[in-house]
């Protein structure tokens, strides 16, 4: 499949201006990641085996599709039930799997107590450091993080459970959420000190359709402290935090801006809060990510893509601080043909005069 038709020029202080809320010379393109089968597919090769080549075909392909950096995982994880089934994505990769919510490996104090925790080591920067040697010059480096604050500790104890154990168990999820919070800390606060990263991705899901995953007080009490702590580690080293959280936040987007000091927001759903919205609800407090909704890159046609793009730039842009992306990442079900067609328009349209 062809790369969209822009010049690549890549310039990482257009980032910086978006996340600081300034106007930079065009709109940059972001997003929280590709799937793999979507870049296998634009390239129409699949990535060398070999670490570091893989790097730099990701670096290239990056560069090719007009980003002004390149992204980087973390070698942690915090291990946890997961279920599968058949993935029945266009670009199906045989199986796909998500969270079991209904049961987790840490139920008792018990399984807190024998859980293999996690501690970070020297490997924790490998892939760091790989795809700072892979990058163009003028390109960033924007790591993502192993998950948020609630985003593991739902993993580990089940959504469901540690529902549960909030009334009967309090001690043990604060036990849970304090081990989390202490481990991620040391993590983002790594990889705001490597020198060649430039700002670092914090992924926590916090909300539904419809509100947060827990209500805005447990998120006072268990979540937020924490998620300070992770801006405070990055803020020390001089760099950004952009916060990646899925579902309805109206709640809580006070406390992430004032509270938790998050310096952008990414994930926007047409159904919940439109990007046009949240640029004029809270465009002038912190800097808003992404917002060309799944659905329709998933459902829609190019044309209907390239409209949309257009009114979200002609709503977002003044002003400064947005960048383009979908509006939450570019999954193995989306169509790669109506995701081309945002990033040419968001090039043809995204121009400061």
């Given at each position: ?248 936040l109206e709640a809580v987007m006070d406390d992430l801006i004032d509270r938790v000091g998050i310096d952008a927001k990414h994930s926007f ?85």
């Amino acid at each position: 499949m062809p790369y969209p038709d822009l010049e690549p020029n890549p310039d990482f202080d257009r980032l910086k201006s978006v996340i600081a809320c300034r106007e930079p010379d065009r709109v940059p393109f972001i997003e929280l990641f590709l799937d793999e089968e979507v870049m296998v597919a634009i390239q129409e090769r699949p990535f060398s085996d070999d670490p570091a080549r893989r790097c730099r075909e990701i670096a290239d392909l990056y560069f090719r599709l007009g980003y002004d950096y390149v992204p980087a995982g973390t070698d942690l994880t915090f291990a946890h039930d997961a279920v599968e089934a058949e993935d029945t994505a266009a670009l199906s990769r045989g199986r796909r799997s998500w969270l079991q919510e209904s049961g987790g490996v840490i139920q008792t104090r018990e399984d807190f107590e024998s859980y293999a925790w996690p501690v970070p080591g020297e490997g924790l920067l490998v892939s760091v450091e790989r795809a700072a040697e892979a990058r163009r010059d003028g390109m960033g480096l924007i790591p993502l993080g192993p998950g948020g604050v609630l985003e593991n500790v739902m993993w580990l104890m089940g959504y469901g459970p540690m529902s549960y154990a909030m009334a009967d168990e309090p001690d043990l999820v604060q036990a849970v959420f304090q081990r989390v919070g202490e481990t991620l800390v040391q993590v983002f606060g790594s990889m705001a000190g490597h020198e060649a990263v430039d700002a670092v991705f914090l992924g926590d899901d916090m909300g539904f359709k419809t509100q947060t995953m827990i209500s805005p007080e447990a998120m006072r009490r268990y979540v937020f402290p924490w998620q300070r702590r992770i801006v405070e580690a990055v803020h020390a080293r001089g760099k950004p935090l952009l916060l990646h959280a899925c579902g309805n936040l109206e709640a809580v987007m006070d406390d992430l801006i004032d509270r938790v000091g998050i310096d952008a927001k990414h994930s926007f759903e047409d159904v919940i809060t439109p990007v046009t919205e949240a640029k004029r609800r809270w465009g002038d407090r912190v800097a808003l990510l992404g917002g060309i909704d799944v659905d329709l890159l998933s459902r829609g046609t190019p044309e209907q893509v390239r409209r949309r793009t257009r009114e979200v730039l002609e709503v977002c842009m003044p002003g400064g601080g947005y960048a383009l992306g979908s509006g939450n990442s570019v999954a193995n079900y989306v169509s790669v043909e109506n995701y081309l067609a945002m990033l040419e328009e968001g090039w043809r349209s995204g121009v400061y005069a």
